[in-house]
């Protein structure tokens, strides 16, 4: 089945400074990578994700980019506000345009802005 | 505004006994989800179901068993839990018509305790 390695576990920034999450997956047949974020004692919510016939997408502070060869995606997220303060989940999964994709999310990253 | 719902929010149970979470969702979504989520594990996937009474394996079933019996609500059963099962238990639902459509909505969580 997917693996999904996620890193860094945790990342310590200044506000207003850049940061990058990074993951991998392992099967060449996914093809829908989301990211999601957790607040302290709060659900999952997405906040931005790509699929594999696009190499790039933005949202204002946010973009995640993808390289297939490499099996390889990345978080960005730019000048970095005190609310990013989160953990940070990657996933895979296989949409096949029907039926459920059941996603096989990464360990997660827990990102801290300083003041 | 899709609104995911968990019957307990907190729930202690003892060892071997039967265990059931609910989850209902109130936007008429085809596929819904169980997922596990534990420290330094991130979320794992338990079971998902596309349709009513239709079940399919996630990564780690070993000791949960679903039922989906309407298309609203996804139960999570412990036929006999075990001190291994104590975590963050989240339901997700998602839409099923074809790519751009993939988001899954999470619940609020129950938070299960064995003893």
């Known amino acids: 089945g997917e693996n999904v390695e996620q890193h860094p576990s945790t990342l310590s920034v200044q506000e207003g400074d850049s940061a990058v999450i990074k993951c991998t997956y392992s099967?060449?047949?996914?093809?829908?990578f989301p990211w999601y974020k957790q607040e302290l004692g709060k659900r999952p919510q997405l906040i931005i994700d790509?699929?594999?016939?696009?190499g790039e997408k933005k949202d204002q502070r946010i973009a995640v980019t993808l390289n297939k060869t490499a099996k390889h995606f990345s978080l960005h997220i730019t000048e970095t506000q005190p609310e990013d303060s989160a953990v940070y989940f990657c996933?895979?999964?296989?949409?096949?345009?029907?039926?459920?994709?059941?996603?096989?999310f990464g360990k997660g990253t827990h990102l801290i802005i300083q003041p | 505004d899709v609104k995911v719902t968990q019957s307990s929010r907190y729930l202690v149970k003892r060892t071997g006994e039967k265990v059931f979470l609910e989850c209902v969702q109130d936007?008429?979504?085809?596929?819904m989800f169980w997922y596990r989520q534990d420290p330094g594990l991130g979320l794992r996937l338990i079971y998902f179901?596309?349709?009513?009474?239709?079940?399919e394996k996630g990564d780690i079933p070993e000791g949960y068993s679903v039922s989906r019996e309407k298309k609203e609500r996804f139960s999570l059963i412990l036929e006999s839990a075990s001190t291994n099962q104590t975590s963050m238990y989240l339901c997700?639902?998602?839409?099923?018509?074809?790519?751009?459509?993939?988001?899954?909505?999470f619940g609020p969580g129950t938070r299960l305790t064995v003893l």
């Open positions: 997700a639902s998602s839409l099923s018509i074809g790519p751009g459509y993939n988001e899954q909505f």
């Open positions: 936007m008429d979504h085809e596929n």
């Open positions: 099967d060449s047949a996914s093809n829908y």
């Open positions: 179901s596309y349709d009513v009474k239709m079940k």
């Open positions: 790509i699929r594999s016939n696009v």
């Open positions: 996933a895979a999964s296989i949409h096949s345009g029907g039926g459920a994709d059941g996603l096989t």
